[in-house]
C-alpha cells in the first residue's frame, strides 16, 4: 500500500495525457476535414478547368462530318491548338469508327490516323455516353483524370454521334499541393500538442500535490498515525476535501481508539469463556470464532474463518441456513469419535440490526457431555436396579406364593424353595452392600484406611484360599489351576488392605467363573520404574472387542443369562475400577476372543529399604 508509484501510473501524468490526447484528437479532426476539403477543393477546381468549350466541341463535330478526312485533319489540329490547356492535359479527338484524328501532343502527332487500343474510349462510342474517371499507375506513382466527352453532330431534328475528345491531365501538381499545405499542418500540430502537454503537466502538478498530500495522510492514518494534517491551500474543491480530511483523521482517531478498546475487552471476554462461540455472516459463513469453539470442532481458527457453519457443525444434511434464521432454536450435536466422547449443545441467537435486517448468526456452544453421560449412567442405573432387584424378587414371591399354597407341607418341596429364596434374599443383600459401596465411593464419604502391605504376602494370601477352598471342596463343581509368577523382590504399597482384597476377589473369582475344567488361572506381580502391576489371567472365551470399553461398568455382563445363574450382580468390576482408582492406580483388560482374558491393576510404587519401614514404625 506504501509502494511508491511511478510516473507513468500517477495521476499526474494521467491528466497531462488525457488532456494531450484529447488536444491531439481534436487537431487530428479539424486536420482531417481541413485536408479534405482542401483536397476536394482543388480537384473541383482542376476538373472545372478540365472543361472542353461549347463552340469547340460543336466546330470539332463538324469537321468530323467532312469527308475530306486530310482537310479535316488538319482543321482538328488548329481547333486543337486554340483549347485553352492550362493543365497540360493530353487531349485527342477519335471519330465514331475509333480512329485518331488529332491529337495535342507535338512529339506524337504519328498516332493520327491509327485505331485507338483504349478500352474507355471504345466503351465511350459503343455506350454512346460521356465517361468521367480518375486513375492511377503504379509504375510512375501518378493520378491522372481522364473525361470522354462524346460530338454529337446536329442537323435538324436528327442527332448523330460523329466522335468523342479524350483529355488525360496529371493530378501530381494537386496532390503535391495538397501534401505540402498537410506537412506544414502536421507540423503546427506537433508544436501545439508538445506546448500544450507542457501546459497540462504544469496545470495537473498544482492540481494533484494536495491530492499527493492528502493520499499521504490517509496512508499515515491507516498505518496507525493521526498526527500530520493536509495544507489547505485554498477555499476550493480541493481545499474543502483537504478539511475533511483533517477532521476525518481526528474522528477516525476517535473511532480507533474506542474499537480497540471494545476489541480488547471482546477478545478477553471470548478467551476465558468456556463455551464455543461461532459468528457469521448473513451468508452464514464464519468471521468469528474463539478457541473454546475450535478446541471443541477440531479446526484451527484461520481454517474456520470463512466456511459455512452448515459445513463447521456438520449439520448440513439435516438444516439449511434459512431454517437457522428463522427459527433459532437450540441443537444437541454429537461429535464423539472413538478416541473421546463429545456432545454439544448448540443455541443460536441472530445479529439483528434496529431495521429489522439481519447481518448474521450467534452460535454459543456448550459442552454437555457430562451431563448426557451422568443422565444416560442414571437412566440405565435406575432401569438396571429394577431389572436387577425384580427377578429375584418376583422369584421369592413365586416360592412364597406356592409355600403359602401347601407347599411347606411337602418335606421334599419345602426345603428346596426355602432355599432358593435364601439364596436370593442374599443376592439382593449383596447387591444392595455393592450398590451403598459405589455410593459412598461417588459421594467420596467411603473411609480408606492406608497402610504399607507387602503386596506378594497379601497376593500370595488370597490365591492360598482360593487353593484351599478347592482343595476342601470334595465334589467340586470345576477344578483348576493357580500359576504363580511373581517377582522376588518384597515390593511394599501403601493401600486399603480390605477394598483391595476384596478387588482381588472379585478378579479371582471371575477368572475361575468363566475359565473352562482343568483351566489355568496365572496370576502375576512385577515392578516397572514408578508402578506395581498386577494382572490375573484366564482360559475363558475372552471379551468380544465391542464390550471391552463397557466391561467396568455398573450392571454391565457380556453373557447376562451366565452371570445372572452364577449369582453375580454385574458391579463387581465396577467396584474394583473406583478401588484402584481411589488408590491413584489404573485397572484395564486385556483379550480376545477364544483366548482367554487377563485384567491389569497398575499402583503407584516408590521402592522403600527395610530400614525405612522400620523408621516409620518407630
Known amino acids: 500500500m506504501n509502494s511508491k508509484i511511478k510516473f ?36 473541383n477546381t482542376f476538373k472545372a478547368q478540365q472543361v472542353v468549350q461549347t463552340y469547340i466541341v460543336n466546330r470539332l463535330s463538324d469537321e468530323l462530318t467532312t469527308t475530306n478526312t486530310t482537310k479535316s485533319d488538319k482543321q482538328i489540329k488548329s481547333t486543337l491548338s486554340e483549347i485553352n490547356n492550362t493543365n497540360n492535359a493530353q487531349i485527342r479527338v477519335i471519330d465514331n469508327k475509333g480512329t485518331i484524328r488529332g491529337t495535342n501532343e507535338v512529339d506524337n502527332q504519328g498516332i493520327v490516323g491509327q485505331k485507338t487500343t483504349d478500352n474507355n474510349i471504345k466503351n465511350a462510342i459503343y455506350n454512346n455516353r460521356d465517361v468521367v474517371r480518375t486513375t492511377y499507375n503504379s509504375q510512375n506513382n501518378s493520378r491522372y483524370y481522364t473525361t470522354i466527352t462524346r460530338l454529337i453532330w446536329t442537323q435538324g431534328n436528327n442527332s448523330e454521334l460523329v466522335g468523342v475528345i479524350y483529355m488525360r491531365s496529371s493530378l501530381d501538381s494537386v496532390y503535391q499541393n495538397i501534401n505540402q499545405i498537410t506537412l506544414i499542418y502536421v507540423s503546427a500540430m506537433f508544436v501545439a500538442i508538445i506546448l500544450g502537454l507542457v501546459m497540462a503537466i504544469i496545470i495537473s502538478r498544482a492540481i494533484t500535490r494536495p491530492i499527493d498530500e492528502m493520499k499521504k495522510q490517509t496512508l499515515r492514518i491507516a498505518r496507525g498515525d493521526y498526527s500530520g494534517h493536509v495544507h489547505v491551500y485554498g477555499n476550493d474543491e480541493l481545499g474543502q476535501l483537504a478539511s475533511a480530511v483533517n477532521n476525518l483523521s481526528v474522528r477516525v482517531e476517535e473511532a480507533q481508539e474506542s474499537t480497540e478498546s471494545e476489541r480488547r475487552r471482546l477478545d478477553s471476554v471470548m478467551a476465558h469463556m468456556t463455551d464455543g462461540v461461532i459468528a457469521t455472516d448473513r451468508r452464514g459463513n464464519v468471521t468469528i470464532i474463539n478457541e473454546t469453539a475450535s478446541s471443541f470442532l477440531d479446526h484451527e481458527p484461520d481454517d474456520a474463518v470463512g466456511k459455512s457453519i452448515l459445513d463447521l457443525l456438520d449439520i448440513r444434511d439435516d438444516y439449511t441456513l434459512r431454517e437457522l434464521l428463522e427459527d433459532p432454536d437450540d441443537l444437541v450435536l454429537d461429535f464423539s469419535t472413538k478416541e473421546h466422547d463429545l456432545i454439544l449443545q448448540a443455541y443460536f441467537s441472530l445479529i439483528q440490526r434496529e431495521s429489522g435486517f439481519i447481518s448474521g448468526l450467534v452460535c454459543v456452544l456448550h459442552d454437555v457431555t457430562e451431563q448426557q453421560k ?93 487353593d484351599m477352598m478347592l482343595k476342601q471342596d470334595d465334589k467340586p463343581e470345576k477344578t483348576y489351576t493357580i500359576k504363580r509368577d511373581f517377582t522376588k523382590r518384597d515390593l511394599w504399597v501403601e493401600i486399603d488392605t480390605d477394598r483391595f482384597t476384596q478387588v482381588l476377589d472379585n478378579l479371582m473369582n471371575n477368572a475361575i467363573k468363566y475359565s473352562p475344567d482343568g483351566g489355568v488361572v496365572t496370576a502375576r506381580l512385577l515392578e516397572t520404574h514408578n508402578n506395581v502391576i498386577l494382572s490375573v489371567s484366564d482360559q475363558g472365551l475372552g471379551i468380544p472387542r465391542a464390550d471391552i470399553p463397557r466391561i467396568f461398568d455398573r450392571f454391565y455382563r457380556v453373557d447376562k443369562a451366565r452371570s445372572r445363574a452364577q449369582g453375580g450382580t454385574g458391579l463387581g468390576l465396577a467396584i474394583s475400577k473406583e478401588v484402584v482408582q481411589m488408590l491413584g492406580g489404573r485397572i484395564w483388560v486385556d483379550s480376545r476372543e477364544g483366548r482367554g482374558s487377563t485384567f491389569y491393576i497398575s499402583l503407584p510404587y516408590k521402592p522403600y529399604d527395610e530400614e525405612d519401614l522400620w523408621d516409620e514404625d518407630n
Open 8 to 43: 507513468f501510473q500517477s495521476i499526474h501524468f494521467k491528466i497531462a495525457l488525457v488532456f494531450a490526447l484529447l488536444l491531439l484528437l481534436t487537431l487530428e479532426i479539424v486536420g482531417a476535414v481541413f485536408v479534405r476539403q482542401l483536397e476536394r477543393q482543388n480537384l
Open 374 to 466: 451422568i443422565d444416560q449412567d442414571r437412566k440405565e442405573f435406575v432401569s438396571n436396579v429394577s431389572h436387577e432387584l425384580r427377578t429375584p424378587l418376583t422369584s421369592v414371591r413365586a416360592y412364597i406364593e406356592s409355600l403359602s399354597e401347601g407347599a411347606w407341607k411337602d418335606p421334599e418341596v419345602a426345603p428346596r424353595f426355602l432355599k432358593v429364596t435364601q439364596e436370593e434374599t442374599d443376592r439382593m443383600i449383596r447387591m444392595i452392600n455393592d450398590l451403598l459401596t459405589l455410593s459412598r465411593m461417588d459421594s467420596g464419604t467411603q473411609k480408606v484406611d492406608l497402610e504399607m502391605v507387602n503386596l506378594n504376602e497379601l497376593f500370595n494370601y488370597v490365591l492360598d484360599r482360593f
